[in-house]
C-alpha cells in the first residue's frame, strides 16, 4: 500500500529533501497534500512535478497565482492555516512531514497529531514552545513521532529500546545523552568581531544547506539551545542529562553514553535526506541517494565545549527549561522577531541574544494548561521583543 504523504513547508529546505527522498521511492510514497507560505514560482512547480490532490498557501494571493499556473489539474486549492490544519487531519494521509519554520507550524502540527498518524517532526519550535501539550497529545491519540532533526534522529537511532516504546526504562541505563553542534560560522570569532557580521555570512553554514532562520540561530547556538529543550521533551530528560558538544565536521549527529561505558554514535554526512529516509520508511530501512561515508577522507573528528559566554543562547535554553511552563514559548518568540530583524539589517548579530535574554528575563511564566496560554505568553513575548529591536534600549 502506497503512503500518502501531506508536507507542511513543502517550498522550503525541509520539504524540498522530503519531495526528493518520495521521488526515489515513488512506488511507496505519493504526494497527498503540499502547504507553504509564499514561495508561488517553487509551488507551482512541485504541482506540475508531483500532481498532489490539496495545495495550501499562506495568503489568498499567493494561492490565487499557483491556481491561475496550474489551470486543468485536479488539485484544491485554499490557503491559510486553518485549512493547512485540515489537510494535515485529512483521514487520507498517512505521514505528516512538520516542517513549516518557527511557531507558525504549531497549529497545523498538533492538528496531524490527534489524527494519530506518523508525525516526521522537523518544526522544532512547535515542540519546544508547547512541549507538555505537545507529548501528552502525541500519547493520548497514539501518533508516531519520528524526529527529524538530525541530532534527534540520531538520539532515537541510538536508544535502541526507546525506538520500540519501552519509554523511561532505557533511560535507567543512560549517563548521557550528547548533543553535537558544528558550532556554526563564527564557531572562532571573537564577540567584537560577531558584533560586524552580516545576515549573509551568518546564512552561510560551514556543513548544511538550510532555510534563513535556522541557518541564523545555528551562527547563534540558539539552534543548539532549541534543540537541548527539543531533546528534554522527546526523550524524557532535562538539560543536565545532556552534554553540547561542538563537532565542526558534523559526521556524527550525536551520541547516547550509558552507564557501562559504552557510547553509541549515529554517523553519516551532513544531509537530510538521510533522517528524513530513516523517518518515512521506519522500520524499515531505504536508500536516499546521500554519498556513502568516506572515513579516510575525513581522516579526522574533533570534539570540544561550547563556549557559554560568546554564545549565551545556549544558557538560556537551559534556564527557560528549569524556569518551565510557557517560559520556552516566549524565549521562542524573541528569537524569531530578533532574527528577523537581523535578517533585515535592523539589529547586529549579538542583538539576538540581548533581546532573548531580556524578554526571557521580563517574562511573567504562567502554566501550560491549554494551547491558548502559548499563544498569548508567544503574543506578549513578540511585542516586547519588538519593542527592543525598535527602541535597541539595552539596560
Ligand atoms: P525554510 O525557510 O527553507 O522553509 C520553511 C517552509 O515553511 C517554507 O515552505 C515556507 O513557505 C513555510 N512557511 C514559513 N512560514 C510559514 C507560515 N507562516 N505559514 C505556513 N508556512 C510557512 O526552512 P527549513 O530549513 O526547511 O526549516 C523548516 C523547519 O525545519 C524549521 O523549523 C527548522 O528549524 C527545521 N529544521 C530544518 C533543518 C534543515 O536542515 N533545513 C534541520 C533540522 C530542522
Ligand atoms: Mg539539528
Redesign the pocket.
Known amino acids: 500500500m502506497k503512503q500518502n504523504i501531506c508536507i507542511?513547508?513543502?517550498?522550503?529546505?525541509?520539504?524540498t529533501s522530503t519531495l526528493d527522498v518520495i521521488r526515489q521511492h515513488e512506488e511507496r510514497f505519493s504526494v497527498f497534500a503540499v502547504?507553504?507560505?509564499?514561495?508561488v514560482e517553487r509551488m507551482v512547480q512541485i504541482c506540475h512535478q508531483f500532481q498532489p490532490a490539496r495545495v495550501v498557501m499562506?495568503t489568498e494571493s499567493a494561492c490565487e497565482q499557483v491556481k491561475n499556473q496550474c489551470l486543468g489539474m485536479d488539485i484544491e486549492f485554499t490557503y491559510g492555516?486553518e485549512a493547512?490544519s485540515n489537510i494535515a487531519a485529512d483521514p487520507q494521509v498517512d505521514q505528516v512531514m512538520a516542517?513549516?519554520?518557527?511557531f507558525?507550524?504549531l497549529a497545523p502540527t498538533l492538528a496531524a497529531i490527534r489524527t494519530g498518524k506518523r508525525i516526521l517532526l522537523?518544526?522544532?519550535?512547535s515542540l519546544v514552545t508547547a512541549g507538555s501539550l505537545f507529548m501528552q497529545e502525541v500519547e493520548k491519540h497514539g501518533a508516531v513521532l519520528l524526529p527529524?532533526?538530525?541530532e534527534h534522529n540520531a538520539i532515537y537511532q541510538c536508544l535502541p529500546q526507546f525506538t520500540e516504546g519501552a519509554r523511561g526504562e532505557m533511560l535507567h541505563h543512560v549517563e548521557k545523552v550528547l548533543l553535537t553542534a558544528s558550532g556554526g560560522p563564527f564557531r572562532e570569532l571573537s564577540k567584537r568581531e560577531m558584533s560586524h557580521v552580516t545576515p549573509e555570512q551568518a546564512c552561510k553554514h560551514p556543513n548544511?544547506s538550510?532555510?534563513?532562520?535556522?541557518s541564523v540561530?545555528s551562527a547563534s547556538l540558539m539552534?543548539k539551545g532549541l534543540e537541548l529543550i527539543e531533546a528534554c521533551w522527546l526523550f524524557d530528560v532535562e538539560p543536565k542529562d545532556i552534554e553540547v558538544v561542538i563537532h565542526p565536521q558534523s559526521i556524527v549527529h550525536s551520541m547516547v553514553s550509558y552507564k557501562d561505558g559504552s557510547v553509541l554514535a549515529q554517523m553519516g554526512n551532513p544531509d537530510?535526506r538521510t533522517p528524513i529516509a530513516y523517518g518515512m520508511a521506519w522500520p524499515e530501512r531505504i536508500t536516499a541517494d546521500v554519498a556513502p561515508l568516506d572515513l579516510m577522507a575525513i581522516a579526522q573528528l574533533d570534539f570540544f565545549a561550547p563556549d557559554y559566554e560568546r554564545f549565551p543562547n545556549l544558557s538560556l535554553a537551559a534556564d527557560a527549561w528549569y524556569a518551565g511552563g510557557s517560559a520556552m514559548a516566549s524565549l521562542n518568540a524573541a528569537n524569531e522577531i530578533a532574527v528577523d530583524a537581523f535578517l533585515k539589517g535592523q539589529i547586529g548579530f549579538l542583538d539576538i541574544a540581548e533581546i532573548n535574554s531580556q524578554v526571557l528575563e521580563q517574562s511573567e511564566i504562567y502554566s501550560v494548561t491549554g494551547l491558548d496560554v502559548v499563544f498569548e505568553a508567544d503574543k506578549i513575548a513578540r511585542k516586547a521583543a519588538n519593542d527592543l529591536v525598535k527602541h535597541k534600549v539595552y539596560l
Open positions: 507542511l513547508g513543502a517550498t522550503g529546505s525541509i520539504g502547504a507553504a507560505h509564499s514561495n499562506g492555516i493547512m516542517a513549516i519554520m518557527g507558525a507550524g522537523a518544526n522544532k519550535e527529524i532533526d538530525s548544511w538550510m532555510g534563513r532562520k535556522i540561530d539552534n537530510m
